[in-house]
Nanobody
Protein backbone atom coordinates (compact mmCIF):
# COMPACT_ATOMS: atom_id res chain seq x y z
CA UNK A 1 0.00 0.00 0.00
CA UNK A 2 1.12 3.51 -0.82
CA UNK A 3 0.19 6.46 1.36
CA UNK A 4 0.67 10.19 0.93
CA UNK A 5 0.58 12.17 4.15
CA UNK A 6 0.42 15.97 4.08
CA UNK A 7 1.25 18.50 6.74
CA UNK A 8 1.74 22.23 7.14
CA UNK A 9 -1.63 23.80 6.45
CA UNK A 10 -3.26 26.38 8.67
CA UNK A 11 -4.44 29.95 9.06
CA UNK A 12 -2.22 32.78 7.88
CA UNK A 13 -2.69 36.49 7.30
CA UNK A 14 -2.53 37.98 3.82
CA UNK A 15 1.07 38.46 2.79
CA UNK A 16 2.21 35.62 5.01
CA UNK A 17 3.90 32.33 4.23
CA UNK A 18 3.25 28.64 4.72
CA UNK A 19 5.13 25.50 3.78
CA UNK A 20 3.27 22.33 2.91
CA UNK A 21 4.92 18.90 2.97
CA UNK A 22 3.77 15.60 1.56
CA UNK A 23 5.59 12.33 2.19
CA UNK A 24 4.92 9.21 0.17
CA UNK A 25 5.46 5.88 1.91
CA UNK A 26 4.94 2.21 1.23
CA UNK A 27 6.14 0.05 -1.61
CA UNK A 28 7.53 2.60 -4.10
CA UNK A 29 9.88 1.67 -6.92
CA UNK A 30 9.81 4.84 -8.98
CA UNK A 31 8.14 8.25 -8.76
CA UNK A 32 7.56 10.01 -12.06
CA UNK A 33 6.03 13.21 -10.75
CA UNK A 34 4.68 14.86 -7.62
CA UNK A 35 2.77 18.04 -7.07
CA UNK A 36 -0.17 19.88 -5.60
CA UNK A 37 -3.79 20.53 -6.48
CA UNK A 38 -6.17 22.79 -4.61
CA UNK A 39 -9.92 23.12 -4.36
CA UNK A 40 -11.67 26.21 -3.07
CA UNK A 41 -15.31 26.15 -1.94
CA UNK A 42 -17.63 26.05 -4.92
CA UNK A 43 -14.78 25.74 -7.41
CA UNK A 44 -13.22 22.94 -9.38
CA UNK A 45 -9.97 21.35 -8.29
CA UNK A 46 -7.01 22.97 -10.07
CA UNK A 47 -3.42 21.92 -10.53
CA UNK A 48 -1.22 24.40 -8.65
CA UNK A 49 2.26 22.99 -9.23
CA UNK A 50 3.90 19.85 -10.49
CA UNK A 51 7.49 18.67 -10.54
CA UNK A 52 9.25 15.88 -12.39
CA UNK A 53 12.84 15.12 -13.32
CA UNK A 54 12.47 17.38 -16.36
CA UNK A 55 10.60 20.42 -15.14
CA UNK A 56 8.51 22.20 -12.56
CA UNK A 57 5.35 23.99 -13.62
CA UNK A 58 2.91 26.38 -11.96
CA UNK A 59 -0.42 27.93 -12.71
CA UNK A 60 -0.13 31.60 -13.57
CA UNK A 61 -1.81 32.83 -10.38
CA UNK A 62 0.98 31.46 -8.14
CA UNK A 63 4.06 32.07 -10.29
CA UNK A 64 6.65 34.06 -8.39
CA UNK A 65 4.94 33.34 -5.06
CA UNK A 66 4.95 29.53 -4.73
CA UNK A 67 7.87 27.14 -5.04
CA UNK A 68 7.40 23.41 -5.50
CA UNK A 69 10.37 21.20 -4.70
CA UNK A 70 11.07 17.54 -4.14
CA UNK A 71 13.43 15.50 -1.98
CA UNK A 72 13.86 12.22 -3.81
CA UNK A 73 15.71 10.64 -0.90
CA UNK A 74 12.62 11.11 1.27
CA UNK A 75 9.93 10.69 -1.41
CA UNK A 76 8.64 14.06 -0.26
CA UNK A 77 7.29 17.07 -2.11
CA UNK A 78 7.07 20.57 -0.67
CA UNK A 79 5.09 23.66 -1.53
CA UNK A 80 6.57 26.87 -0.18
CA UNK A 81 3.88 29.54 -0.38
CA UNK A 82 4.70 33.22 0.07
CA UNK A 83 2.81 36.49 -0.36
CA UNK A 84 -0.38 34.58 0.29
CA UNK A 85 -3.68 36.07 -0.78
CA UNK A 86 -7.23 35.38 0.38
CA UNK A 87 -7.92 33.75 -3.00
CA UNK A 88 -5.31 31.11 -2.15
CA UNK A 89 -7.69 29.78 0.49
CA UNK A 90 -8.47 26.16 -0.37
CA UNK A 91 -7.89 22.55 0.55
CA UNK A 92 -4.52 21.56 -0.89
CA UNK A 93 -4.01 17.98 -2.05
CA UNK A 94 -0.69 16.46 -2.94
CA UNK A 95 -0.41 13.78 -5.59
CA UNK A 96 2.21 11.41 -6.87
CA UNK A 97 2.52 9.46 -10.09
CA UNK A 98 4.43 6.34 -9.17
CA UNK A 99 4.72 2.60 -9.52
CA UNK A 100 5.17 -0.02 -6.87
CA UNK A 101 6.87 -2.62 -9.09
CA UNK A 102 8.84 -2.47 -12.33
CA UNK A 103 6.30 -4.50 -14.30
CA UNK A 104 3.36 -2.44 -13.09
CA UNK A 105 2.06 0.75 -14.70
CA UNK A 106 2.40 4.16 -13.14
CA UNK A 107 -0.62 5.11 -11.05
CA UNK A 108 -1.91 8.29 -9.40
CA UNK A 109 -2.06 8.55 -5.63
CA UNK A 110 -3.54 11.34 -3.51
CA UNK A 111 -3.10 12.79 -0.08
CA UNK A 112 -6.01 13.45 2.26
CA UNK A 113 -5.85 17.22 1.85
CA UNK A 114 -4.80 20.04 4.16
CA UNK A 115 -6.70 23.28 4.70
CA UNK A 116 -5.00 26.58 3.94
CA UNK A 117 -6.90 29.70 5.02
CA UNK A 118 -5.64 33.18 4.23
CA UNK A 119 -7.53 35.76 6.24
CA UNK A 120 -6.98 38.76 8.47
Amino acid sequence: QVQLVESGGGLVQPGGSLRLSCAASGRIIEIKAMGWYRQAPGKQRELVASTSDDSTNYIDSVKGRFTCSRDNTKNTVYLQMSSLKPEDTAIYYCYAVLRSAYLRPFMNYWGQGTQVTVSS
